[in-house]
C-alpha cells in the first residue's frame, strides 16, 4: 500500500493514517458486528459499496476522436467503421458516431486496441456480416441470443433494432430470445429459427453442442455445413464483441433504458 501507483480506498486509508493499532477499518468491523455470521470479505464489499455509492464513475475508455488519432491505421480504420457502421446503423435507427464525434458501441474499444487487433476485428465483423452465407434473420437470431445470455447492453439495444428494422424478426421472436423462452416455445419463429436459437444457446451454456442439437441446426440451414460454419464464426464473434462491452461498460445513448438492469 505504499507504492507510489496504487492508492487504497478511502476504508482503509483512514486506517492506515490511525495509531491506536486497529488492523481493519470501523465500517468493516461494524458490518461484522451487525451480520450474523457476515464473513470479513462480504464485510469489506460492503464497506466498499457503501464508499462508492453515489459517485460517478470516469469511462473506462476515453473516446478517441479522428482529429486526435494522427495519421495511420488508427485514422484508416476510424473512418472504414463510420462508412460501412454508418450505414447500418443509420437503416436500423442507431448512430454510430456520438455527438463528439468518438465512436459508439464497441467501435471506440477497436480503436484502443493495438491497429492491428481493432482492424483485424472490424474485418471479421464486415465478413460476418456482408459475406456470410446465413440468412439475416438466422444471423440476428443467433446475436440476439448471445446478447440476452451475456447480458450485454449496447448488443441488444443495437441488434435489437436490426433484427425488427433491417432482418424482419417478428417482436414476438425477439421479446422471446430476450426472456429467455424454451427453443419449442419461441414465439412466431420458424423451425430454422428455433433450431438456430437452441443451437446458440447450448454453445453458450454448456460449452458443447450435442449430436441431435448439431443435425436439427444443420438441418435448418439447408444442410450446408458452410453456413452452419458461418453461423458459428459470427456467434462467437459476438461473444467477444459481447466480453470488450461488458468490460469497458460502454454505455447507451443517453436517455436510453438498459435491457439488462442489474
Request: hydrophobic fraction near 40%.
Amino acid at each position: 500500500l505504499r507504492s507510489r501507483n496504487v492508492r487504497a480506498p478511502l476504508i482503509w486509508r483512514r486506517v492506515l493514517s490511525t495509531s491506536d493499532g486497529r488492523k481493519m477499518p470501523r465500517e468493516v468491523v461494524a458490518a461484522m458486528r451487525e451480520g450474523d455470521g457476515v464473513s470479513y470479505q462480504d464485510a469489506m464489499k460492503a464497506a466498499l459499496a457503501k464508499e462508492g455509492e453515489g459517485a460517478k464513475a470516469p469511462p473506462r475508455l476515453g473516446p478517441r476522436l479522428r482529429a486526435e488519432l494522427g495519421e495511420g491505421e488508427s485514422v484508416e480504420l476510424y473512418d472504414q467503421i463510420v462508412s460501412s457502421r454508418g450505414k447500418v446503423g443509420s437503416k436500423a435507427g442507431f448512430e454510430a458516431v456520438n455527438d463528439d464525434g468518438s465512436l459508439a458501441g464497441p467501435w471506440n474499444a477497436m480503436l484502443a486496441a493495438s491497429p492491428a487487433i481493432g482492424a483485424a476485428v472490424e474485418r471479421l465483423a464486415n465478413a460476418c456480416r456482408h459475406e456470410t452465407s446465413v440468412p439475416m434473420e438466422l444471423l440476428e437470431v443467433g446475436i440476439l441470443t448471445i446478447a440476452t445470455m451475456r447480458k450485454c447492453d449496447f448488443e441488444w439495444f443495437a441488434h435489437e433494432k436490426i433484427a425488427t428494422n433491417v432482418a424482419g424478426l417478428k417482436a414476438a421472436t425477439i421479446g422471446g430470445i430476450k426472456n429467455r423462452v424454451p427453443p419449442q416455445d419461441l414465439p412466431e419463429a420458424s423451425d430454422a429459427q428455433k433450431a438456430l436459437y437452441a443451437y446458440a444457446i447450448e454453445l453458450e451454456t454448456t460449452h458443447r453442442i450435442s449430436d441431435a442439437t448439431h443435425l436439427a441446426a444443420l438441418r435448418a440451414v439447408g444442410n450446408s455445413e458452410r453456413t452452419l460454419a458461418d453461423f458459428v464464426f459470427t456467434i462467437g464473434l459476438y461473444s467477444q464483441v459481447a466480453f470488450v462491452l461488458n468490460a469497458f461498460q460502454v454505455p447507451l445513448p443517453p436517455g436510453t433504458p438498459k435491457p439488462f438492469p442489474e
